[in-house]
Protein backbone atom coordinates (compact mmCIF):
# COMPACT_ATOMS: atom_id res chain seq x y z
CA UNK A 1 0.00 0.00 0.00
CA UNK A 2 1.18 3.23 -0.45
CA UNK A 3 -0.54 5.23 1.69
CA UNK A 4 -2.86 3.71 4.68
CA UNK A 5 -4.67 5.74 7.12
CA UNK A 6 -6.32 4.29 10.49
CA UNK A 7 -8.55 6.23 12.41
CA UNK A 8 -6.27 9.71 11.32
CA UNK A 9 -8.14 12.53 12.42
CA UNK A 10 -6.06 16.22 12.84
CA UNK A 11 -8.02 18.99 14.90
CA UNK A 12 -7.29 22.71 14.58
CA UNK A 13 -8.98 24.96 17.52
CA UNK A 14 -11.36 25.85 14.78
CA UNK A 15 -12.37 22.00 15.07
CA UNK A 16 -11.36 18.42 13.57
CA UNK A 17 -9.93 19.17 9.77
CA UNK A 18 -10.22 15.72 9.42
CA UNK A 19 -11.82 12.90 11.49
CA UNK A 20 -11.64 8.88 12.13
CA UNK A 21 -10.22 8.34 8.48
CA UNK A 22 -9.22 4.75 7.63
CA UNK A 23 -8.59 4.72 3.86
CA UNK A 24 -5.75 2.36 1.88
CA UNK A 25 -4.78 4.22 -1.82
CA UNK A 26 -2.87 1.08 -3.61
CA UNK A 27 0.42 1.97 -4.88
CA UNK A 28 0.99 2.22 -8.97
CA UNK A 29 -2.49 3.97 -9.03
CA UNK A 30 -3.08 7.80 -9.63
CA UNK A 31 -5.52 8.96 -7.07
CA UNK A 32 -7.99 11.82 -7.25
CA UNK A 33 -8.29 13.44 -3.86
CA UNK A 34 -11.85 15.21 -3.98
CA UNK A 35 -13.79 17.04 -2.02
CA UNK A 36 -15.31 20.23 -1.13
CA UNK A 37 -13.72 23.18 0.57
CA UNK A 38 -12.39 23.03 3.31
CA UNK A 39 -13.08 19.07 3.45
CA UNK A 40 -9.21 18.18 4.52
CA UNK A 41 -7.85 17.74 1.65
CA UNK A 42 -4.55 19.61 2.06
CA UNK A 43 -4.49 18.74 5.45
CA UNK A 44 -4.47 15.34 4.33
CA UNK A 45 -1.58 15.71 1.84
CA UNK A 46 -0.08 17.70 4.97
CA UNK A 47 0.08 14.92 6.77
CA UNK A 48 1.37 12.48 4.34
CA UNK A 49 4.40 15.42 4.21
CA UNK A 50 4.74 15.55 7.84
CA UNK A 51 4.06 19.58 7.84
CA UNK A 52 1.57 18.29 9.99
CA UNK A 53 0.94 16.16 12.55
CA UNK A 54 -1.90 13.80 13.43
CA UNK A 55 -3.94 14.46 16.66
CA UNK A 56 -5.30 11.11 16.27
CA UNK A 57 -4.06 7.78 14.66
CA UNK A 58 -1.76 7.13 11.92
CA UNK A 59 -0.45 7.86 8.27
CA UNK A 60 1.68 5.22 6.37
CA UNK A 61 3.81 6.00 3.70
CA UNK A 62 4.45 2.57 2.16
CA UNK A 63 4.70 1.09 5.53
CA UNK A 64 6.82 4.05 6.80
CA UNK A 65 6.06 6.74 9.15
CA UNK A 66 5.81 10.72 7.63
CA UNK A 67 8.73 12.49 8.34
CA UNK A 68 11.20 9.26 8.79
CA UNK A 69 13.91 9.16 6.04
CA UNK A 70 12.26 6.15 4.16
CA UNK A 71 9.24 7.68 3.94
CA UNK A 72 10.62 11.95 2.69
CA UNK A 73 13.25 9.94 0.36
CA UNK A 74 10.38 8.19 -1.59
CA UNK A 75 7.61 10.87 -1.48
CA UNK A 76 7.57 14.58 -3.44
CA UNK A 77 5.12 17.03 -2.70
CA UNK A 78 4.21 19.72 -5.35
CA UNK A 79 1.72 22.25 -3.46
CA UNK A 80 -0.22 24.96 -5.71
CA UNK A 81 2.34 27.82 -4.24
CA UNK A 82 5.79 26.86 -5.68
CA UNK A 83 8.16 28.28 -3.70
CA UNK A 84 10.93 28.65 -6.02
CA UNK A 85 13.50 31.65 -5.77
CA UNK A 86 12.88 34.15 -8.58
CA UNK A 87 16.36 35.00 -8.18
CA UNK A 88 18.10 31.88 -8.83
CA UNK A 89 18.29 30.97 -12.45
CA UNK A 90 16.40 27.60 -13.53
CA UNK A 91 20.08 25.53 -13.76
CA UNK A 92 20.55 27.16 -9.92
CA UNK A 93 17.32 25.85 -9.35
CA UNK A 94 17.80 22.03 -10.34
CA UNK A 95 21.53 22.57 -8.26
CA UNK A 96 19.27 22.75 -5.35
CA UNK A 97 17.27 19.79 -5.90
CA UNK A 98 20.53 17.86 -6.78
CA UNK A 99 22.30 19.04 -3.42
CA UNK A 100 18.91 18.29 -1.34
CA UNK A 101 18.30 15.05 -2.63
CA UNK A 102 20.23 11.49 -2.54
CA UNK A 103 18.01 10.17 -5.41
CA UNK A 104 18.46 13.07 -7.57
CA UNK A 105 17.63 12.65 -11.71
CA UNK A 106 19.40 15.52 -13.43
CA UNK A 107 18.73 14.24 -16.57
CA UNK A 108 15.01 13.82 -16.17
CA UNK A 109 14.83 17.41 -14.70
CA UNK A 110 16.45 18.67 -17.55
CA UNK A 111 14.68 16.62 -19.68
CA UNK A 112 11.83 17.99 -18.39
CA UNK A 113 12.25 21.72 -18.30
CA UNK A 114 13.83 21.77 -21.77
CA UNK A 115 10.64 19.89 -23.37
CA UNK A 116 9.08 23.46 -22.39
CA UNK A 117 11.21 25.09 -24.42
CA UNK A 118 12.98 26.72 -21.23
CA UNK A 119 16.67 27.05 -20.93
CA UNK A 120 18.89 26.77 -18.17
CA UNK A 121 20.50 30.03 -17.29
CA UNK A 122 16.76 31.85 -17.65
CA UNK A 123 16.42 33.65 -14.25
CA UNK A 124 13.25 32.21 -12.71
CA UNK A 125 11.31 35.33 -12.02
CA UNK A 126 11.08 36.37 -15.82
CA UNK A 127 8.90 32.80 -15.89
CA UNK A 128 5.17 32.40 -16.69
CA UNK A 129 3.54 30.45 -14.04
CA UNK A 130 2.76 27.81 -16.57
CA UNK A 131 6.71 27.67 -16.69
CA UNK A 132 7.16 27.85 -13.20
CA UNK A 133 4.82 25.28 -12.92
CA UNK A 134 6.95 22.63 -14.98
CA UNK A 135 10.23 23.79 -13.19
CA UNK A 136 8.32 22.78 -9.57
CA UNK A 137 7.40 19.41 -11.42
CA UNK A 138 10.99 19.15 -12.53
CA UNK A 139 11.81 19.49 -8.91
CA UNK A 140 9.59 17.10 -7.81
CA UNK A 141 10.10 14.56 -10.21
CA UNK A 142 13.74 14.80 -10.22
CA UNK A 143 13.64 13.81 -6.54
CA UNK A 144 12.68 10.17 -8.70
CA UNK A 145 9.78 9.51 -6.05
CA UNK A 146 7.59 6.94 -5.83
CA UNK A 147 4.37 8.61 -4.47
CA UNK A 148 3.65 12.26 -5.76
CA UNK A 149 1.16 14.32 -3.89
CA UNK A 150 -0.42 17.63 -5.63
CA UNK A 151 -2.41 19.43 -4.18
CA UNK A 152 -3.92 21.58 -6.44
CA UNK A 153 -0.71 22.43 -8.86
CA UNK A 154 -2.27 23.00 -11.83
CA UNK A 155 -5.37 25.64 -10.71
CA UNK A 156 -3.59 28.80 -11.40
CA UNK A 157 -2.56 27.51 -15.27
CA UNK A 158 -4.83 28.40 -18.34
CA UNK A 159 -6.59 25.37 -19.63
CA UNK A 160 -3.80 24.85 -22.68
CA UNK A 161 -1.20 24.99 -20.38
CA UNK A 162 -2.80 22.86 -18.06
CA UNK A 163 -3.60 20.57 -20.41
CA UNK A 164 0.25 20.31 -21.75
CA UNK A 165 1.56 19.96 -18.14
CA UNK A 166 -0.88 17.34 -17.01
CA UNK A 167 0.00 15.38 -19.92
CA UNK A 168 3.43 15.22 -19.04
CA UNK A 169 2.41 14.19 -15.41
CA UNK A 170 1.13 11.55 -16.20
CA UNK A 171 3.62 10.39 -18.73
CA UNK A 172 6.16 10.02 -16.27
CA UNK A 173 4.06 8.93 -13.90
CA UNK A 174 3.77 5.75 -16.12
CA UNK A 175 6.61 5.15 -17.38
CA UNK A 176 8.24 5.15 -13.81
CA UNK A 177 5.03 3.84 -12.28
CA UNK A 178 4.78 6.51 -9.84
CA UNK A 179 2.01 6.26 -7.48
CA UNK A 180 0.18 10.01 -7.87
CA UNK A 181 -2.28 11.34 -4.99
CA UNK A 182 -3.66 14.89 -7.21
CA UNK A 183 -6.45 17.10 -5.04
CA UNK A 184 -8.41 18.42 -7.75
CA UNK A 185 -11.79 20.57 -7.96
CA UNK A 186 -11.56 20.57 -11.88
CA UNK A 187 -13.85 17.06 -12.31
CA UNK A 188 -13.97 16.83 -15.92
CA UNK A 189 -10.11 16.42 -15.86
CA UNK A 190 -10.04 13.53 -13.74
CA UNK A 191 -11.81 10.85 -16.26
CA UNK A 192 -8.87 9.97 -17.89
CA UNK A 193 -6.46 10.64 -15.45
CA UNK A 194 -7.14 8.75 -12.28
CA UNK A 195 -7.97 5.50 -11.44
CA UNK A 196 -8.44 5.72 -8.06
CA UNK A 197 -10.72 8.05 -5.92
CA UNK A 198 -10.42 9.41 -2.38
CA UNK A 199 -13.77 11.41 -2.05
CA UNK A 200 -13.91 13.47 1.70
CA UNK A 201 -16.14 15.59 2.94
CA UNK A 202 -16.57 17.51 6.30
CA UNK A 203 -13.24 15.86 7.22
CA UNK A 204 -14.17 11.90 6.33
CA UNK A 205 -14.11 9.75 3.63
CA UNK A 206 -17.08 9.46 1.63
CA UNK A 207 -15.78 7.71 -1.10
CA UNK A 208 -12.98 5.38 -1.88
CA UNK A 209 -12.10 2.69 -4.44
CA UNK A 210 -10.99 2.07 -7.60
CA UNK A 211 -13.08 4.42 -10.08
CA UNK A 212 -14.21 1.76 -12.48
CA UNK A 213 -15.45 -0.34 -9.41
CA UNK A 214 -17.23 2.42 -8.31
CA UNK A 215 -18.61 3.42 -11.61
CA UNK A 216 -20.11 -0.30 -12.10
CA UNK A 217 -21.46 -0.47 -8.43
CA UNK A 218 -23.27 2.34 -8.85
CA UNK A 219 -26.05 3.61 -11.83
CA UNK A 220 -27.75 6.70 -12.54
CA UNK A 221 -31.61 6.17 -12.73
CA UNK A 222 -34.28 8.25 -14.67
CA UNK A 223 -37.81 8.11 -14.61
CA UNK A 224 -41.39 9.39 -14.29
CA UNK A 225 -41.90 11.40 -10.70
CA UNK A 226 -44.10 10.12 -8.30
CA UNK A 227 -46.15 13.11 -6.96
CA UNK A 228 -46.43 11.15 -3.81
CA UNK A 229 -42.99 11.14 -3.01
CA UNK A 230 -41.38 14.32 -1.76
CA UNK A 231 -37.86 12.95 -3.52
CA UNK A 232 -39.78 12.07 -6.59
CA UNK A 233 -38.82 8.47 -6.49
CA UNK A 234 -41.80 5.50 -6.32
CA UNK A 235 -41.46 3.68 -3.21
CA UNK A 236 -40.09 0.17 -4.20
CA UNK A 237 -36.19 2.04 -4.11
CA UNK A 238 -35.08 1.47 -1.23
CA UNK A 239 -33.71 4.26 -0.19
CA UNK A 240 -30.85 3.29 1.61
CA UNK A 241 -29.22 2.62 -2.17
CA UNK A 242 -30.22 6.13 -2.95
CA UNK A 243 -26.74 8.49 -2.75
CA UNK A 244 -28.55 11.71 -4.75
CA UNK A 245 -31.81 12.45 -6.32
CA UNK A 246 -32.38 15.47 -8.66
CA UNK A 247 -35.95 16.79 -9.58
CA UNK A 248 -36.28 18.11 -12.86
CA UNK A 249 -40.32 19.02 -13.85
CA UNK A 250 -41.86 15.82 -13.80
CA UNK A 251 -38.74 13.73 -14.08
CA UNK A 252 -36.52 12.19 -11.35
CA UNK A 253 -33.05 11.42 -12.00
CA UNK A 254 -30.50 9.48 -8.97
CA UNK A 255 -27.52 7.99 -7.96
CA UNK A 256 -28.04 4.47 -6.55
CA UNK A 257 -25.94 1.75 -5.48
CA UNK A 258 -26.58 -1.88 -6.35
CA UNK A 259 -28.12 -0.79 -9.70
CA UNK A 260 -29.00 -4.58 -9.33
CA UNK A 261 -32.28 -3.61 -7.28
CA UNK A 262 -33.53 -1.16 -9.72
CA UNK A 263 -36.77 -2.23 -11.23
CA UNK A 264 -36.55 -2.57 -15.49
CA UNK A 265 -38.49 0.28 -16.24
CA UNK A 266 -36.06 2.66 -15.28
CA UNK A 267 -34.20 3.92 -17.43
CA UNK A 268 -30.67 2.76 -16.16
CA UNK A 269 -26.75 4.27 -17.18
CA UNK A 270 -23.42 3.47 -15.65
CA UNK A 271 -22.54 6.88 -14.16
CA UNK A 272 -19.21 8.97 -15.32
CA UNK A 273 -16.70 9.32 -12.85
CA UNK A 274 -17.79 13.59 -12.79
CA UNK A 275 -21.58 11.72 -12.31
CA UNK A 276 -20.63 9.71 -9.45
CA UNK A 277 -18.17 12.81 -7.83
CA UNK A 278 -20.54 15.26 -8.23
CA UNK A 279 -23.81 12.78 -6.42
CA UNK A 280 -21.32 12.18 -3.66
CA UNK A 281 -20.49 15.53 -3.46
CA UNK A 282 -24.37 16.57 -3.43
CA UNK A 283 -25.44 14.06 -1.22
CA UNK A 284 -25.64 14.63 2.59
CA UNK A 285 -27.25 10.76 2.44
CA UNK A 286 -25.52 8.35 5.32
CA UNK A 287 -22.87 6.22 3.17
CA UNK A 288 -23.00 2.70 2.37
CA UNK A 289 -21.09 0.02 5.03
CA UNK A 290 -17.46 -0.79 4.10
CA UNK A 291 -17.50 -4.20 2.13
CA UNK A 292 -16.32 -6.71 3.68
CA UNK A 293 -13.03 -7.33 1.51
CA UNK A 294 -11.66 -5.51 -1.53
CA UNK A 295 -13.78 -3.83 -3.69
CA UNK A 296 -15.18 -0.15 -3.25
CA UNK A 297 -15.58 1.17 -0.02
CA UNK A 298 -17.72 4.29 1.84
CA UNK A 299 -17.29 5.30 4.68
CA UNK A 300 -19.83 7.95 7.23
CA UNK A 301 -18.22 11.20 7.44
N1 LIG B 1 -3.31 25.69 9.83
C1 LIG B 1 -4.61 25.69 10.12
N2 LIG B 1 -5.09 26.27 11.24
C2 LIG B 1 -6.41 26.24 11.54
N3 LIG B 1 -7.34 25.64 10.78
C3 LIG B 1 -6.93 25.03 9.66
C4 LIG B 1 -5.55 25.02 9.26
N4 LIG B 1 -5.45 24.33 8.09
C5 LIG B 1 -6.71 23.95 7.78
N5 LIG B 1 -7.59 24.37 8.70
C6 LIG B 1 -9.04 24.11 8.70
O1 LIG B 1 -9.24 22.74 8.46
C7 LIG B 1 -10.33 22.51 7.57
C8 LIG B 1 -9.84 21.72 6.37
O2 LIG B 1 -8.99 22.57 5.60
P1 LIG B 1 -8.19 22.04 4.32
O3 LIG B 1 -7.34 23.18 3.87
O4 LIG B 1 -7.52 20.76 4.65
O5 LIG B 1 -9.37 21.78 3.30
P2 LIG B 1 -9.30 21.52 1.72
O6 LIG B 1 -10.18 20.35 1.45
O7 LIG B 1 -7.89 21.44 1.28
O8 LIG B 1 -9.99 22.83 1.18
P3 LIG B 1 -9.80 23.64 -0.22
O9 LIG B 1 -10.49 22.84 -1.28
O10 LIG B 1 -10.50 24.92 0.05
O11 LIG B 1 -8.32 23.80 -0.46
C9 LIG B 1 -10.89 23.88 7.23
O12 LIG B 1 -11.97 24.12 8.09
C10 LIG B 1 -9.74 24.82 7.54
O13 LIG B 1 -10.20 26.07 7.93
Same mark, same amino acid.
Given at each position: ?????? /?? =? @?? +???? !?????? *????? %? &??????????????????????????????????????????????????????????????????? /?? =? @?? +???? !?????? *????? %? &???????????????????????????????????????????????????????????????????????????????????????? &??????????????????????????????????????????????????????????????????????????????????????????????????
Amino acid at each position: MALRAT /RL =G @RR +FRSG !WALRDC *EFELP %A &GRVTALVGPNGAGKSTLLHLATDLLRPTTGELRIFGAAPGTAEARDRTAFLAQDKPLYPRFTVADTL /RF =G @RE +FNRT !WDQATA *ERIVR %A &GGIDLPTQVGTLSQGQCTRIALALALGKRPELLLLDEPLADLDPLVRHEVMGLLMAEAAERGITVVMSSHVLSELENVCDYVLLLKHG &GVRLVGDTQELRETHALITGRADDGADDGLPPEVDRATVVETALTGRQVTALVREPDLVDRRWLTETPSLEDLLLGYLRSDARPAPRPAHGGPAEEAA
